[in-house]
């Protein structure tokens, strides 16, 4: 089956313990994105990568570190969280960027004490 | 950088009436509109989008139409029904050189039997 998986899907941590959200896609996609979600802010762009070792900075980096080592994987790492970071994380991938759907993965609930 | 307002921000029908929500962007070099629907506690997925060389796309009951001059493009919903209750998120960015995909903050549709 096509998806897009993350992981974990909840997570309570504290303040300065480094953690790292996983996503994986199966369906050979270049591009591959994470987004956070606030209440009243929409989806707000992290960073996005158009293939292998190739990473940009989107609307809301500080705090977040990225790597693209293979096709299918993109970590999302906080180095330090704060709780400033509470949010609802989405991982997304497309096969081209503009011409194709964005598939979302099911969202990974952060919570920073 | 590229901005995109959404309006309303919450929006209430009656089941049979049509719904419309309005984006606007700042980026003219933005070219391609993509529309998400996002159900409560679901992920977003994409439900329509239309690029710059074209003025309306159609899909069954969903419209929308894009106004380059003024920057806006809307999202049109006819016949609505309860199952189309959910939040809708505009989206604008460039071509596809650059992944950076910015969101309107969603309009919360409640379609009222």
């Known amino acids: 089956e096509a998806q897009v998986t993350q992981n974990p899907r909840y997570l309570i941590t504290v303040t300065g313990k480094k953690l790292t959200v996983t996503c994986s896609q199966n369906m050979n996609h270049e591009y591959m994105s994470w987004y956070r979600q606030d209440p009243g802010l929409g989806l707000r762009q992290i960073y996005y990568s158009m293939n292998v070792e190739v990473t940009d900075k989107g609307d809301v980096p500080e705090g977040y570190k990225v790597s693209r080592k293979e096709k299918r994987n993109f970590p999302l790492i906080l180095e330090s969280p704060s709780p400033n970071q509470t949010s609802l994380y989405f991982c997304?991938?497309?096969?081209?960027?503009?011409?194709?759907?964005?598939?979302f993965g099911p969202g990974t609930r952060l919570t920073v004490l | 950088g590229e901005n995109v307002e959404q309006h309303p921000s919450t929006l209430s029908v009656q089941e049979g009436d049509s719904a419309v929500i309005k984006c606007t962007y700042s980026d003219s070099a933005s070219n391609y509109f993509p529309w998400y629907k996002q159900e409560l506690g679901k992920r977003p997925q994409l439900i329509i989008d239309?690029?710059?060389?074209?003025g309306e796309k159609k899909d069954q009951r969903i419209a929308v139409t894009l106004n380059k001059t003024a920057k806006h493009f809307s999202l049109h919903i006819t016949e609505t029904q309860p199952e189309d209750s959910a939040v809708y998120f505009c989206a604008a960015s460039r071509d596809w050189r650059q992944g950076n995909l910015i969101f309107g903050k969603g309009t919360k549709l409640s379609v009222k039997p």
């Open positions: 997304a991938s497309s096969l081209f960027w503009s011409d194709n759907e964005q598939f």
């Open positions: 239309i690029r710059s060389n074209v």
